[in-house]
């Protein structure tokens, strides 16, 4: 496509060039004019041509211009079908990169910066290729060309037309030394700008509560008045650059038509040349004042190309094997091989970890906040790589195996449940986009959802939110349950957090879960009393390492850090559940 729109380029030049030519030879050979002195020493001026020559040139320049539109035609489309496909693979790469980025590299990334970097970069690398690359080829072979033709004709009219070039290409070369650092500073504050954007209207609820609606306008007021001074210093350089070449235009059209005056009266050139030449300059005088705006393109492109790379280049601390194979997960067994980890270098957050879960039991993660047990889900499914030791599962390290067979194998119900703006149906089947309605439908009983569903006006087909906000935080946890169940995963992790829900709620949470739980290895950040007694066996972390391990009876009878951890959170729910049963009220009736 880049080699169509050349050749496309090169037949629109030369036919441009070669129009100036045409009228330069119609006028010699048609007009015919003959400037002569009289006795008396007169110039005198006559048309001694022939009107049929004249009509045969004419044409020639018809034709001309019209297959020079066709070939500008042609130049226009590829170059604009070049760039848009460049645009359309950059944005494509940039989300699939995204997409195959750990959790480390998005831990820090932000959502602004990668958005402006999607959209308005890509757009600055697309100008880059149409009006930059394609652009300044056409001007460079027309410069070239029409400058070669004057000097061929006459060196000395031709070399003081030439003379301006200079002028030209130091003045340019000045504009995109100084542009390309405002560029990038503009393009980052865009992104900056982005954020703030974004982190207000995620937060409004917040924003709104807290009366902080003038501060967070000050904030923004902030970087669109540094991204306004920014684009202003730009415009300031451009407001002087298009001038000035215009300027050098103008004195480069004046020089010429004076000294081909000269070479006239002198017989060395002849009216059509002078013509000729005085259209060249004219063909050249939108090249040249593009130029300014080319040169404006290419350092936007240079800082937009550079954003843009910074992601596509980014390292991944997680990357799938070359010779990966797809995880045979027939058990379910799990098993932390002396297991560090580090999200940074020199701060460690797990320790030597050694688990051992036989397939179908539950392991309950249980300890202070810091003590590393997200740390600990997050390495079976890849987010992140141990430093040391290895993860297996089924016997099969899960470095050695794909993501995607990796992650089909595990399922996921997290404590912040994340729905997408779409159905409920279509909420419960995103990992497995093929379940039939039947059975996205038994998923939902089993999550205890489907009696809510059905009482709503579109039952499925019911429209979820932004994040799921039309639904409350039961419903978000069983669609989310409903989710994995239809995934049917060997492993489950689950984030045990309810006590945002009410009781009833939280019972038909956990009568869900046993749905889910059952014949699978499960790992439960456990916060309820109820999860810890029913777990095969419970881990008591501390700072990185498992500080007691065994069931609950077991760890009670220890008398060690889990009877404090009991005693001190535990305890009351035990009690609560307690008097519940000699108030003989059924658990969803509280």
Known sequence: MFFASIFALVGASGLTIAAPWLTGYAIDTGLGIVTTTDLAGEDVTRVDGDMDTLMVWLSLLAVAALARGVFVYAQTYLAERLGQTIAYDFRNDIYERLQRLSYAYHDNAEIGQIMSRATQDVEGVRMFVNMGVIRFAYVIVLVVASYGLMISTNAKVGLAALAFVPLVAIQASIVSLKLRPIWLKVQDLQGQMSNVLQENLTGQRVVKAFSRTEFEQQ??????????????????????????????????????????????????????????????LTLMQVPVRSIGFIINIFARAHSAGNRVFEILDAPSPVEEQADAVPLRAEQGEVRFEHVGFAYDEGTPVLRDLNIMAQPGQTVALLGPTGSGKSSVVNLLPRFYDPSSGRVVIDGQDVRDVTLDSLRQ??????????????????????????????????????????????????????????????????????????????????????????????????????????????????????????????????????????????????????????????????????????????????????
């Open 219 to 280: 904030k923004f007021d902030a970087k669109t008045t540094q991204l306004f001074e920014q684009s202003y210093r730009t415009a300031k350089f451009q407001a002087f650059n298009e001038p000035f070449l215009m300027g050098v235009w103008l004195l480069s059209l004046a020089v010429v038509f004076w000294l081909g005056v000269v070479e006239i009266r002198a017989g060395n050139m002849t009216p059509g040349q002078l013509t000729a030449f005085q259209l060249y």
């Open 409 to 590: 194998t595990i399922g996921i119900v997290q404590q912040d449940v994340f729905l997408f703006i779409t159905s409920i149906r279509d909420n419960i089947r995103y990992g497995r986009p093929d379940a039939t309605d039947e059975e996205v439908i038994a998923a939902a009983k089993a999550a205890r959802l489907h009696d809510f569903i059905v009482s709503q006006p579109d039952g499925y087909d019911t429209w979820v939110g932004e994040r799921g906000t039309t639904l409350s935080g039961g419903q978000r946890q069983r669609v989310a349950i409903a989710r994995t169940l239809l995934l049917d995963p060997k492993v489950l992790i689950f984030d045990d957090s309810t006590a945002a829900v009410d009781m009833r709620t939280e019972f038909q949470i956990q009568e869900a879960l046993h749905t889910l739980m059952e014949g699978r290895t499960t790992f439960v950040i456990a916060q309820r009393l109820r999860t810890v007694m029913e777990a095969d066996q419970i881990l008591v972390m501390r700072d990185g390492h498992i500080e007691e391990q065994g069931t609950h009876s077991e760890l009670l009878a220890a008398n060690g850090f889990y009877r404090q951890i009991y005693d001190l959170e535990l305890r009351d729910q035990e009690e609560a559940a307690a008097e519940a049963a000699v108030l003989g009220g059924a658990p969803e009736e509280l």
